[in-house]
């Protein structure tokens, strides 16, 4: 598509949106049968998959650390993702985005515990359209967590941009095309950041406001990641047992002993009445 003569009209993006706004974003927690953690996450046009494997052996056994597990994170895009076809494979690009996603989410995962062993995650782009690595992030830290892997908190992560002067949040493609900046950021829930990076150019304010902005977004995010994993898991466990108030208990207690005082009595009664008739 050829570059629109204006990305923002009368305060509305050409998708529709305000400057604020994230696209329809929709996460499913648990989808493949054979991984031990995944996510399937629609992020307005993206389609992305995520899943984990492990923690489990190394191959090849050199890559072992006998202090940590090692955290692998493969970001690979469909060749049919994008509009001309992607060729496949790994390319600068995914090399970049698998580095910087892994460390975006590796500072939470809790390594120690698993020694010599390996937590893989892949994220495949099944349709891209802008926003890809943060997709990729948000699908992954809910696949971590389906996987049970221990984790302080989840990540999550959205972009913000500048187009016709305007800080945006979400950036969709047009936009990423023919923007002044992209920002995508990744964030603890308590807003420590995980990943941040930036094309473009922001002063030093736009920066600061664009960080509010990211914070915002992610914050969202983060409510849709814990909802889609209280989908999977919130009816698989069973509300805790009901423990009688201890007065209730004693209650019960004393009854109990009453009955177990009767019984022994009559039954005491009886054998003195057999006793007599012999
Ligand atoms: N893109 C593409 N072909 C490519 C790489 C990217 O069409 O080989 C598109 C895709 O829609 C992607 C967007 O360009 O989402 C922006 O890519 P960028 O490198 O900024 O990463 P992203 O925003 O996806 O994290």
């Known amino acids: 598509m050829s570059k629109p003569e204006k990305l923002i009209i009368d305060g509305k993006r050409l998708d529709g949106r305000g400057a604020q706004d994230l696209r329809p974003i929709k996460f499913k927690a648990g989808v493949l049968k054979r991984a031990d953690g995944s996510c399937y996450l629609e992020f307005g046009g993206n389609k992305v998959i995520a899943a984990v494997y492990g923690p ?14 090692i955290v692998r994170y493969r970001y690979n895009m469909a060749p049919f993702s994008v509009e001309e076809r992607k060729r496949p494979g790994p390319d600068r690009r995914s090399i970049e985005i698998s580095k910087v996603s892994r460390e975006s989410l590796e500072c939470v995962i809790l390594q120690e515990m698993y020694p010599r062993s390996a937590i893989d995650i892949f994220v495949e782009i099944l349709q891209a359209d802008a926003g890809t690595r943060v997709a990729g992030i948000n699908a992954a830290s809910v696949a971590l967590a389906d996987a049970g892997i221990p984790m302080k908190c989840l990540v999550s992560a959205c972009a913000v941009g500048k187009v016709d002067d305007t ?23 308590s807003g ?14 736009e920066f600061r406001t664009a960080l509010e902005m990211a914070m915002e977004g992610c914050r969202y995010i983060h409510q849709l990641q814990k909802q889609a994993l209280i989908e999977k898991y919130g009816q698989m466990v069973s509300p805790p047992a009901q423990e ?6 004693a209650e019960v207690k004393e009854e109990i002993f009453k009955e177990d005082v009767e019984e022994f009595k009559e039954q005491e009664q009886q054998e003195q009445g057999g006793e007599a008739n012999e």
């Open 244 to 249: 009688a108030p201890a007065a209730e208990t």
């Open 192 to 205: 420590d950041i995980t990943l941040c990076q930036m094309d473009g150019h922001l002063t030093e304010d």
């Open 167 to 189: 800080l945006v949040l979400d950036l969709n493609k047009d936009e990423d095309n023919y923007g002044q900046a992209d920002l995508p950021i990744a964030m603890t829930p």
């Open 56 to 69: 489990r052996e190394v191959h090849p056994r050199h890559l072992q650390d006998a202090s940590r597990a």
